[in-house]
């Protein structure tokens, strides 16, 4: 029997690494949802190509689109947020979630109340809602597996491992494009120089937040929240090479590494694979040429997001929500021209702070609506601290 595979968010980055590697052995996988937002073109060839049974836009204006570039060809037009969480509740055994942002929160959990297994890339999920979607798997005999290259990571080097023994996660990070700049120069920096991650091929948002640290930021939230470690236990060591995507310390002194090429398509496909190894299209690294690896200490000043994270998780509640739609709020200010670099993390550390001044907010219970609840006052905030500063 083939596997029924959803991919949503398929038409970008992760997406079409994804795709890549379902696209290498056909009869394996039988396409059920695939997903997108503006890249209509791109989603009716994948639908097309891959046979699915339906294609969903979350662009509701482009429905007569999708759809025309679906005649004649079996596969079902959708769009809008209901129908992203429809395809999410068809029945399928592995779903990859990569849509970017907290919009990907909403599906994720319906694909795990029909019991699939969530192949995690979209870490916003579990910084929004972590009790929630490890909750909704629990409940419903579902499992997420992490796709993030340093928790896929960390989640190989504890195979067979006893979570009592583990000391410490230590996650790299690549320090992104201005990693070597002087601390003056950030407030200039442009879009386009915040684009070019030295390392990864990745969506511009996420290649933003690796410049900024805010997706390292992210990734200390997910590691707490994934593996349930206290937050004094997660280190952040800057590896300007990425290619030890993380470390896991144990009791007796060992450091396990997980050593690899840059290439998503290692994290993806062992969590398509999984519990099995395959063999995957990744380059074989030759250490001989590369000779040796660097490490430094994260610098805070350089990169106030990890120290909001830190915050973050000491406040604890619903302040993981809070903290991503500010940092969305910020990238859309960064993006548009409105805010300069640095003023990103500002317009975070501002938004916090109001709304951990209303304690009932952040205190609510972990539901969706209440997540959602906090997301929206999170960026009314942010977009009036984002005005503030233009003036
Ligand atoms: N790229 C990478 O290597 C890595 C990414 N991740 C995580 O994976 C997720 C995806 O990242 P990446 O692939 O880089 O992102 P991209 O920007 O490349 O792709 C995002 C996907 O989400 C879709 N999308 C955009 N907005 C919405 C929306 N409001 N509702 C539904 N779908 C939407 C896009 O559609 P369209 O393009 O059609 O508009 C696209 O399919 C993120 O959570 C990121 O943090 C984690 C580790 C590595
Ligand atoms: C590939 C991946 O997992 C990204 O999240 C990566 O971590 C980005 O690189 P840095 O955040 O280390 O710059
Ligand atoms: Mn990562």
Redesign the pocket.
């Known amino acids: 029997m083939p596997r029924r595979v959803s991919i949503f968010?398929?038409?970008?980055?992760?997406?079409q690494n994804t795709i890549d590697l379902i696209r290498r052995d056909p009869e394996r996988y039988r396409v059920v949802a695939l997903?997108?937002?503006?890249?209509i073109a791109q989603?009716a060839a994948d639908a097309r190509a891959l046979n699915a049974e339906i294609a969903v836009t979350?662009e509701e204006r482009l429905l007569p689109e999708l759809r025309a570039a679906l005649a004649g060809s079996g596969v079902t037009a959708a769009a809008g947020q209901g129908a992203?969480e429809e395809a999410a509740a068809r029945p399928a055994d592995w779903v990859m979630s990569?849509?970017?942002?907290a919009?990907?929160l909403a599906p994720g959990i319906a694909a795990l109340r029909q019991g699939a297994t969530l192949a995690l890339?979209?870490?916003?999920s579990l910084v929004c809602a972590g009790a929630l979607m490890l909750e909704t798997a629990r409940t419903h005999g579902a499992r997420i597996l992490p796709?993030?290259?340093e928790h896929s990571a960390v989640f190989q080097a504890l195979q067979g491992e006893d979570m009592a023994a583990v000391e410490r996660i230590i996650l790299t990070a690549s320090g992104g494009a201005f990693r070597d700049w002087p601390l003056e120069r950030l407030a200039e920096a442009t879009l386009e120089q915040a684009t070019d991650h030295p390392n990864?091929d990745?969506?511009?948002?996420?290649t933003i937040d690796s410049a900024s640290m805010f997706n390292k930021a992210m990734e200390v939230i997910e590691t707490r929240e994934f593996f349930s470690i206290d937050p004094e236990r997660i280190e952040v060591l800057v590896h300007p090479q990425s290619m030890i995507h993380a470390l896991v310390g144990f009791n007796d002194g060992a450091l396990m590494a997980h050593v690899g090429p840059p290439d998503?398509r290692h994290a993806i496909g062992y969590a398509l694979h999984h519990p099995q190894r395959e063999k995957l299209p990744v380059e074989r690294l030759d250490l001989a040429r590369i000779g040796c690896f660097e490490f430094r200490a994260p610098d805070d000043a350089r990169w106030p997001a990890l120290r909001l994270a830190r915050e973050v998780m000491a406040e604890g509640g619903l302040c993981g929500a809070a903290f991503n739609a500010a940092k969305e709020t910020a990238l859309d200010g960064f993006i548009s021209g409105a805010l300069r670099f640095t003023e990103m993390a500002e317009v975070v550390e501002r938004t916090l702070d109001v709304l951990s001044r209303q304690g009932g907010v952040i205190g609510a219970a972990m539901t969706l609506d209440n997540v959602a609840h906090v997301d929206h006052l999170a960026r009314q905030v942010a977009r009036a601290a984002t005005q503030e500063r233009t003036g």
């Open positions: 968010g398929a038409t970008g980055s992760i997406g997903t997108g937002a503006r890249n989603l979350a992203l990569a849509i970017i942002g919009a990907g890339a979209n870490k916003e796709v993030d290259s990864w990745m969506g511009q948002r996420i998503m």
